[in-house]
């Protein structure tokens, strides 16, 4: 079965730093990715990780540990507009990215 | 260039109507998704398509949910004999290929009254 794991929500302030940690167990894995959904939006793709580590990309940052079963997105200099649902999502190793979704996490930005 | 784009944006629906809803992906993306998101929830898996052929049907939760890709290009979600429990937004996805990042259109928010 699937299973993921994330905080429901969380709350931080402008120009703070912010770590969305996500727990995984999935049967078959092939990376996983980060998505930022605002409120009402489609889900916007963040960040992928296939290989153990942290992949950065400006503002937001990604870690995998695969034998942790365990990743978390890394928000630096928060701003407003970064208060969206962060949605975790493990790739299965089905020959094609089935993701599974976590419920997300609701971060809320305060000035 | 444009993005996945996806119709109706909003579709209310008498329990018992049967709805179907459009997704038109990336120009030149070989993979198409659908998944259902519930309120406060993720999005869940309902299909996958690779060119026309559909290859995981594993996620529809009902005979009532039927789904083609005819020519390898758009894709029409249909839903017969809609319910309730129906209201969700219907995401659709596209990638360029199999493994590839998804990038999503807008979603359709349907309403069963």
């Known amino acids: ?8 929500e969380m709350t931080a302030t402008e120009g703070a730093i912010v770590q ?37 990309k400006g503002r937001f940052s990604s870690f995998l540990s695969r034998s942790k079963g365990y990743s ?3 928000l630096k200099e928060l701003q407003m507009k970064d208060s969206a649902s962060y949605l975790c999502a493990p790739g299965g190793d089905t020959g094609f990215q089935k993701l599974v979704f976590g419920t997300g996490t609701r971060l809320l930005v305060s000035p | ?22 997704c038109d992906p990336i120009s030149g993306h070989v993979s198409l998704f659908w998944y259902q998101q519930a309120l406060g ?18 996620g529809l939760p ?5 789904a083609e890709r005819p020519e390898g290009s758009v894709s029409t979600l249909k839903i017969q004999r809609t ?29 069963v009254l």
């Not at chain 1, 049967?27 to 916007?44: D, I, K, M, R, V």
């Not at chain 2, 993005?3 to 008498?14: H, L, T």
């Open chain 1, 1 to 8: 079965g699937q299973n993921i794991d994330q905080p429901t």
């Open chain 1, 72 to 74: 978390y997105l890394l």
């Open chain 1, 20 to 56: 969305i940690n996500c727990t995984y167990q999935t049967s078959g894995f092939n990376g996983l990715f980060w998505y930022q959904q605002h409120a009402g939006e489609a889900p916007t793709f963040l960040s992928y990780n296939v290989l153990d580590g942290l992949e950065e």
């Open chain 2, 62 to 66: 009902s005979d009532r949910f039927f």
């Open chain 2, 41 to 58: 929830q993720g999005p869940e898996f309902l299909t996958y398509f690779q060119n026309e052929a559909q290859l995981d049907k594993s």
């Open chain 2, 83 to 111: 319910q309730q429990e129906d209201s969700a937004v219907y995401l659709c996805a596209s990638s360029e290929d199999r493994g590839e990042t998804q990038y999503f259109g807008p979603g359709t928010r349907l309403l």
């Open chain 2, 1 to 22: 260039g444009a993005g996945v784009s996806q119709s109706p944006r909003y579709k209310v629906a008498k329990r018992g109507q049967d709805v179907a809803l459009r």
